[in-house]
C-alpha cells in the first residue's frame, strides 16, 4: 500500500493517464492501455512442446492479453522441432523460429573486401578472448576491463553487420581463416598460459562452438518488419536468446530486457567440464563477456532470485538496473488445503520432493530419530518420485535405513503394525495430487543440503503448513520469518525445531497462515505478471525507440511523430513510412528521452 | 545447540520480526563459527547454546581454506576462472553462509582465494590421449569390393553370350554396378560428411560421363576419325569399334583401394591433429600424407590395370586411366572433406573438353569446317586417340591436386562433424 506519487519514476504513459486519484488503482487490463509489442526471445523455450520455461512464458503471454506478442525462437534440437508447439492464445501475433543446433551454409563465398573484414573481426574477438574472461580482475583494474569489453561489443557488432551485409556468416566462422585468427591470438606474447597450450584440435572446438554461438548473427530478423518492429525485446533467458536482443538494439534501437531465472554462464561453467582447459578458457571468456554485454545493454535485467542476482551484479550487471521477479506458481491449486488449516494430522511430518542424493534424507531419517525420543507418536511421511537411477538407488538407501532405524510398530497387541517412515508417490488413491501431500502432515520439511529455488518450499507455504528447512539456497529469502531455518547437515538442529513446531500447536498455525500470506504476496501468478507487466510500460516509457519517418520523397520528417503518438490510444499519423534508425556504430546508445521528464510531472500532477 | 526459534520470529509487527530476523541472522552465520572454527577465541563465551557443543569434538585445523581446496581438488586444478570454482562450490552446498566460516564475504571471494592459492607453474599439461580409431567396419569393407565383382561377372556375361541376352546382360550388368558404387560411396570413407550440403547430381552425371568415355571414347574416337562409325559397338576387341573394357573394369575395382587409402588417411590425419601443435605443423605433416594416398592408390590402379588388360587380352593403356583414377579419387576426397565446389567445377570442364573433342572431329565432316578437326586430328597422329583422355583428364587431376595440397591440409577441413541432433 506504499503508494507514494513522490517515490514513483515518472513513467510517461501511466501518468499521462489524468483520471481523479480515487480511480488510480484500476484492473491490470486498464493501467496504462498503452498497447506494447513485446518481441518474446526464447532458445529452446516457449513455443515448443518439450520447451524450458514455457509455462511461465504460456502464463506471461496469456496474462497480458492486452499487449501484442512477436515470439522469436531458436530450437535446441532436431527432435524439438518435430515435436511441435503448444497451442498459442490470440495475441501472438507471429512466431519465427531458427535452429540453433545446424546451420545452413548457405555456400556464400565472400569476396577480398568481405573476406579482410572478416579476418579483422574475428582477430579481434579472438585476442578479447584471449585476454581473460574480464571478470578476474574485481576492482583493482577497471579500466583496461572496460575497454575490452567495448572491443567484444565493436566485434560483436562488426561481426553482425558484416553478416548482415553478405548474407551469412556460417562458412566464413568455419573456414581456415576463423582457426588462423584463434591459433594467432592464443600464441600471442600476452596471452594467458592456459591459451597458450591450446592445441590443434583445441583451436577446431573453439571454432566450431563459436560458430554455434554466433548463429543467430546470421538470422535475418533485424529487419524494420522483424524485431525493428517490436517496441521491447524480451529475452527469457541470458545467452544465446539475448544475443538477437542485443543486435536488435545495435541495429533498431529496440530497449531489451533479460529475465534469467537460472544464470546461464553458472549452468555454461557446470556443464562444460569436459573438454581441456584451453577450449573451456577460451569459451569461458566467451560467454563471460557476451553475458557482460547482455546486462551492460539490457535496459532492465530481472533476476529470478537473490542468488541469480548475485551472479549478475559478478557478471557485471549494473544494480539500478536489477529487479528481482520472483517465479509464479499456481496458487489455486493449494488454495483448498491452504484455507483449511484445521484439518491436520498434529503428528505427522512430510517431506516432498524428488529423491536424489542432493535432498540428504539420511539426515532427515537420523533427525526422525531423534524426533522419536521425544514425541513416539510422530510418523515421517516421505512423498516423492526417485530422479533417474542414482535417486532410485538411493531411494532404497534410505528404506532400508529407515527400516534399521525404526522397527514396524502396531497400535496394540492384535493390530497390524507398519513402519512409521512410509515412501509414497503422489498419484496413488491415498495421495492423488500434491496438495493432498503438503495436506498429510502438520509440518513440511526440507532437508536438502543443496538447493535452487524451493519450489517445494513455496508450495508447502501456499498451502498453509508451517515448515523447517536448511539454510540452503533461496530458502531464507523465499521464506522470510515465516518458517524455521536450520543449518544443513545438521540432524540435531533439525530435529529440535521439528519437535518444537510438533508440541506448539499455535505457534504452528501462526507461521503456518503467515507463510502462506507471504506466499500468496510473493509467488503467485498474478505478481510474476503484474511486474512483466509493470517493467514493459517503463522501459517502453523510459526507452521508446525512436523510429525516424519518412515523407514520400524519402526524407526524414522533422516533429512527425509529435508526444501525442505515445498516448493511448489510436495515432492518425498512419500511413507515414517508418524505418527504424540503424544508423552509425557511435549512435547507439541509449536512446535520448523524447521529452524532458519534468513536462511529464507537471501532466501527471 | 540451536534453539530454532531465534531463526523465525512468529509474533510482532512485520518490520519489528524482520529487523529481529536480520539481528538474529548474524548470529546464525557466527554459529558454525563457532562450531568448526579454528580458534577457540572465534566463540563468544557466553553463548546460550554452549552446553550442546562439549558433546562434539571439535575439529582444529590451521587453515580451513586449505583442508576446503584438498576435499575440492579435482575442482580447483581444472578451474581456469574463480568462477568456476564458484559455481563448483555452490553445486557442493556451500554458500554465502557457509563462506562466512572461511572469513569471507561470499563464495566467490572464498573462490578467489581458493583459485589464487591453486599453486599452477611447473605443471605441464598431459598431452591428450590419441582417439582411438574406430576398427574398419566389415559393411563398407564389403561394399567397395561389390561393384568391381559385379562388373566382372557382367564380363563374364558377356564374354558367354551372343547376340541378343548379350545386350540384355550388358544393360542388367551396367545398371547393377552403378547401383553397387552408388551404395560403395555412400558409407565408409568415401562417404561425404551429413552436413555436407552437396550438389551431388551434377557431380554423378559427369561421372558417369568420364567412365563412358573411357569405355567407348576412345574407339569412338578412332573409327570418327577414319570416316566411321557405321554401327554400334558389338562389345568384340576387334570390331570397328572396339570397347575399351579393362581400364573400366579396374576403375571399378579401384573403389576398393580408394575407399581404403581414403581411411587410412583420414585415420592418420585425426592421429596427426591431436598430435600437432600448431596449423603449420599439422600442414606440414598432411602434405606428404596426402601424397602418399595418391600415389598408393596410382599403384593399386596400375596394378588393377595391368591384370585385367592381360586377363581380356586388351592393350594396357596406362596413362588414360590412371589419370581419370585419379581425377576421380581426388574429386571424391575434396567432396567428403566439404569441398564440393572446385571439384564439381573440374569434373564438369574436363567432360566438356571430352564432348568437346568428339564433336570438332564430327563437325570437320560439314563442308568448310575442316579446319575444326585440326586439333584432335594432331593429337590422335601425334600420340594416339587415348591422348585426348590422358590429357583433358590429366589436367583436372593436377588442378585438383593442387587445390588439395592447400585445401586438405588445412585443419579446419578435418574439424570434427557435429553430432547434436
Known amino acids: 500500500m506504499d503508494n507514494r506519487p513522490s517515490r514513483h519514476r515518472p513513467v510517461r504513459i501511466r501518468s499521462s493517464r489524468c483520471e481523479p486519484s480515487g480511480q488510480r488503482r484500476l484492473s491490470i487490463r486498464e493501467i496504462g492501455g498503452a498497447l506494447v509489442r513485446i518481441g518474446l526471445l526464447t532458445e529452446g523455450g516457449y513455443p515448443y512442446v518439450s520447451g524450458d520455461a514455457r509455462l511461465w512464458c504460456d502464463r506471461l503471454v496469456r496474462g497480458l492479453e492486452q499487449h501484442e506478442f512477436d515470439i522469436y525462437a531458436l530450437s535446441r534440437s532436431e527432435r524439438q522441432e518435430d515435436e511441435g508447439w503448444i497451442p498459442l ?89 576463423a582457426v588462423r585468427a584463434l591459433e594467432r591470438a592464443c600464441r600471442a606474447p600476452g596471452a594467458p598460459r592456459t591459451a597458450r597450450e591450446a592445441r590443434v584440435p583445441d583451436l577446431l572446438t573453439v571454432a566450431a562452438h563459436l560458430e554455434s554461438a554466433l548463429r543467430p548473427l546470421s538470422l535475418d530478423w533485424y529487419e524494420d518488419d522483424g524485431l525493428g518492429a517490436v517496441d521491447l525485446c524480451h529475452a527469457t533467458s541470458g545467452g544465446a536468446a539475448a544475443l538477437p536482443g542485443l543486435l536488435a538494439q545495435h541495429f533498431c534501437g529496440v530497449p531489451l530486457l533479460v529475465t534469467e531465472y537460472g544464470v546461464r554462464l553458472r549452468t555454461h561453467y557446470l556443464t562444460a567440464t569436459e573438454s581441456s582447459p584451453a577450449v573451456r578458457a577460451l569459451l569461458t571468456a566467451f560467454h563471460g563477456r557476451l553475458a557482460a554485454e547482455a546486462y551492460g545493454r539490457a535496459s532492465i535485467v530481472t533476476p529470478g532470485n537473490a542468488h541469480a542476482r548475485r551472479w549478475q551484479e559478478r557478471c557485471g550487471a549494473d544494480r539500478d538496473k536489477l529487479r528481482t521477479v520472483y517465479p509464479g506458481m499456481d496458487a489455486s491449486r493449494f488454495a483448498d488445503v491452504g484455507e483449511s488449516p484445521e484439518c491436520v494430522d498434529p503428528h505427522t511430518l512430510v517431506w516432498v520432493g524428488r529423491v536424489e542424493p542432493a535432498k540428504d534424507l539420511v539426515s532427515l531419517l537420523h533427525a526422525f530419530a531423534e524426533i522419536r525420543k521425544e514425541e513416539p507418536k510422530t510418523r515421517l511421511r516421505i512423498i516423492g518420485a526417485p530422479a533417474g537411477a542414482e535417486g532410485k538407488a538411493y531411494l532404497q538407501h534410505c528404506g532400508a535405513l529407515a527400516a534399521q532405524l525404526f522397527p514396524d510398530e502396531a497400535d496394540g ?23 493432498d501431500a503438503y495436506a498429510a502432515g502438520a509440518v513440511t520439511v526440507l532437508s536438502s543440503v543443496v538447493e535452487g529455488f524451493p519450489i517445494n518450499l513455496v508450495e508447502a507455504m501456499l498451502c498453509g503448513r508451517a515448515t523447517v528447512s536448511t539454510d540452503v539456497g533461496a530458502v531464507v529469502e523465499v521464506i522470510g520469518g515465516t518458517g524455521l531455518v536450520v543449518p544443513p547437515r545438521n540432524p540435531r538442529a533439525l530435529a529440535e525445531a521439528c519437535v518444537a513446531l510438533l508440541r506448539d500447536t499455535e505457534r504452528r498455525e501462526r507461521l503456518g497462515a503467515a507463510a502462506r500470506a507471504r506466499a500468496l504476496e510473493l509467488f503467485t501468478v498474478e505478481q510474476n505478471i503484474t511486474a512483466f507487466h509493470g517493467i514493459y510500460l517503463e522501459i517502453v516509457s523510459r526507452t521508446p525507440v525512436r523510429r525516424v519517418v519518412l515523407d514520400g520523397t524519402g526524407e526524414p520528417l522533422p516533429f512527425a511523430s509529435p508526444a501525442e503518438a505515445h498516448v493511448p490510444g489510436g495515432w492518425t499519423g498512419q500511413g507515414l513510412r517508418v524505418v527504424a534508425r540503424g544508423g552509425p556504430g557511435w549512435a547507439v546508445g541509449p536512446p535520448v528521452r523524447a521529452t524532458a521528464p519534468t513536462a511529464v510531472t507537471k501532466g501527471a500532477s | 545447540m540451536s534453539e530454532p526459534g531465534d531463526v523465525a520470529i512468529s509474533s510482532g509487527s512485520w518490520d519489528a520480526r524482520s529487523e529481529e530476523w536480520l539481528s538474529t541472522g548474524q548470529e546464525t552465520r557466527t554459529r558454525p563459527d563457532a562450531t568448526h ?91 591428450p590421449a590419441p582417439q582411438a580409431t574406430s576398427r574398419p567396419r566389415a559393411d563398407w569393407v564389403l561394399l567397395t569390393l561389390l561393384p568391381g565383382a559385379l562388373c566382372t561377372a557382367t564380363v563374364v556375361g558377356l564374354h558367354l553370350t551372343q547376340g541378343r541376352p548379350r545386350l540384355t546382360v550388358a544393360v542388367a550388368g551396367a545398371l547393377a554396378v552403378a547401383v553397387a558404387l552408388r551404395a560403395a560411396l555412400a558409407r565408409g570413407p568415401l562417404a561425404p560428411r551429413p552436413d555436407t550440403t552437396a550438389p551431388a547430381t551434377a557431380a554423378r552425371t559427369w561421372t558417369c560421363w568420364l567412365l563412358a568415355y573411357a569405355l567407348l571414347g576412345d574407339g569412338l574416337l578412332r573409327t570418327a576419325l577414319a570416316g566411321g562409325p557405321d554401327g554400334l559397338p558389338d562389345g568384340t576387341p576387334n570390331a570397328p569399334w572396339p570397347l575399351a573394357i579393362a581400364p573400366v573394369l579396374a576403375l571399378v575395382w579401384a573403389c576398393a583401394p580408394a575407399a581404403w587409402s581414403t581411411y587410412a588417411f583420414t585415420a592418420r590425419c585425426r592421429r596427426k ?19 602418399t594416398t595418391f600415389a598408393l592408390f596410382l ?56 564432348a568437346m573433342a568428339l564433336a570438332t572431329v564430327f563437325a570437320a565432316r560439314l563442308p568448310g569446317c575442316d579446319v575444326l578437326a585440326v586439333p584432335v586430328q594432331t593429337l590422335a597422329d601425334t600420340w594416339g586417340p587415348a591422348s585426348v583422355q590422358t590429357l583433358t583428364c590429366g589436367t583436372g587431376a593436377l588442378i585438383l591436386l593442387l587445390h588439395a595440397t592447400r585445401t586438405l591440409t588445412r585443419a579446419s577441413a578435418h574439424a570434427p562433424t557435429e553430432e547434436q541432433r
Open chain 2, 37 to 127: 572454527g579454528d580458534e577457540p577465541g572465534a566463540r563468544a563465551p557466553d553463548h546460550p547454546s554452549a552446553p550442546h557443543r562439549s558433546s562434539t569434538p571439535r575439529r582444529t585445523a590451521a587453515d580451513p581454506v586449505k583442508a576446503l581446496m584438498h576435499r575440492h581438488r579435482d575442482l580447483c586444478e581444472r578451474a581456469v576462472d574463480p568462477l568456476e570454482i564458484a559455481a563448483g562450490l555452490e553445486a557442493h552446498g556451500v554458500t554465502d553462509r557457509t563462506a562466512a566460516r572461511f572469513r569471507h564475504r561470499d563464495v566467490f571471494s572464498l573462490a578467489e582465494e581458493m583459485y589464487a592459492r591453486m599453486p599452477r607453474d611447473g605443471e605441464t599439461p598431459t598431452p
Open chain 2, 299 to 354: 599403384c593399386a590402379l596400375a596394378g588393377l590395370l595391368a591384370l585385367t588388360s592381360v586377363t581380356l587380352e586388351e592393350p594396357t593403356a596406362y596413362a588414360p586411366t590412371l589419370a581419370l583414377g585419379s581425377l576421380l579419387l581426388l574429386a571424391r576426397l575434396l567432396t567428403t572433406h566439404r569441398f564440393t565446389h572446385a571439384p564439381a567445377v573440374i569434373l564438369t570442364a574436363t567432360a566438356t573438353a571430352q
Open chain 1, 89 to 177: 492464445p490470440p495475441q501472438v501475433s507471429r512466431v519465427r523460429t531458427a535452429p540453433l543446433w545446424m546451420a545452413e551454409d548457405t555456400g556464400v563465398v565472400y569476396g577480398r573486401r568481405a573476406r579482410r573484414r572478416f579476418a579483422e573481426c574475428y582477430g579481434e574477438l579472438a585476442t578479447v578472448l584471449c585476454s581473460g574472461s574480464g571478470m578476474d580482475a574485481s576492482g583493482s583494474s577497471e579500466e583496461p576491463s572496460t575497454s575490452e569489453a567495448d572491443r567484444f561489443a565493436s566485434t560483436l557488432y562488426g561481426l553482425a553487420e558484416l553478416a548482415r551485409d553478405e548474407g551469412g556468416l556460417v562458412g566464413a566462422l568455419r573456414s581456415e581463416a
Open chain 2, 273 to 291: 591433429l591431436t598430435a600437432s601443435r600448431g596449423l603449420e605443423d599439422f600442414a606440414a605433416s598432411v602434405r606428404p600424407l596426402l601424397l
Open chain 1, 413 to 435: 497387541p492384535h493390530a497390524v503394525g507398519d513402519n512409521p517412515v512410509s515412501f509414497e508417490e503422489i498419484g496413488g488413491p491415498e495421495l492423488p495430487t500434491l496438495a
